[in-house]
């Protein structure tokens, strides 16, 4: 059973480019979760998906960031026009009900230049 | 705004030494989970700890749930170079369905 897999690993984008980042969960997860972590820090909260559900986005940017979780494929953060300080590590996390243990994936190193 | 706050934020000790991470707040939890987290990597579930004053033993790891349910602490005794890594706890927020993360304790045993 393959564990949470995140890709890109690493993502270089100039300033004003897109980024997609990329999180298919656990076989049998329906529920992501999208973490922000700058170095030397904890996680921040992003977003909470079910399938083709966001359940809670507090935590997101209301501007340039989106979250999608498709009936089919992938889940998707959306980052456009990237700035500097977007410059950090994206992780995706997927549990099969709300309260479950969270599985964390590898993450996302997103460089701004 | 349910805050988890960790110390110490960083903590540098000999292989064989004992110590102690807090994670504390002023709110209250229902669940709190204590995760490691290597370079590179994304955080690995270590424990749940659900019932106040509750207790849990993992090896050399001792965690502990305050019995107000708002505080925590992992003790690890005997370190070895294998716990070299940033510990965090999250808590399961009140009335969200997020997981708040604490600010992390980065340890580093040395041999």
């Known amino acids: 059973n393959a564990g949470v897999m995140q890709n890109p690993r690493h993502l270089v984008r100039r300033r004003g480019q897109e980024a997609r980042l990329r999180c298919s969960p656990m076989k049998g997860h329906s529920h992501v979760y999208w973490y922000r972590q700058l170095p030397e820090e904890g996680l921040k909260f992003m977003v909470y998906?079910?399938?083709?559900?966001?359940?809670?986005e507090s935590g997101m940017p209301k501007e340039r960031f989106s979250a999608e979780f498709p009936k089919e494929g992938p889940s998707i953060l959306r980052i456009q026009q990237v700035v500097r300080g977007d410059s950090a590590a994206y992780f995706c996390?997927?549990?099969?009900?709300?309260?479950?243990?969270?599985?964390f994936g590898s993450g996302t190193q997103l460089s701004v230049l | 705004t349910q805050l988890l706050e960790q110390s110490p934020q960083f903590l540098s000790i000999q292989e064989g030494e004992n110590l102690t991470v807090y994670c504390n707040s002023s709110?209250?939890?229902?669940?709190l989970q204590w995760y490691r987290q290597e370079p590179g990597e994304g955080p690995v579930l270590l424990v749940t700890v659900v019932t106040g004053g509750e207790v849990k033993k993992l090896k050399r790891l001792t965690f502990q749930f305050g019995d107000a349910r708002k505080d925590s602490s992992l003790h690890i005794t005997a370190a070895q170079p294998g716990d070299t890594g940033l510990y965090l706890c999250a808590g399961e927020g009140s009335g969200t369905y997020k997981y708040i993360f604490g600010t992390g304790t980065r340890l580093k045993v040395l041999a």
């Open positions: 996390a997927s549990s099969p009900d709300w309260g479950e243990k969270l599985f």
């Open positions: 709110s209250v939890f229902s669940s």
């Open positions: 998906l079910q399938k083709e559900n966001i359940i809670d």
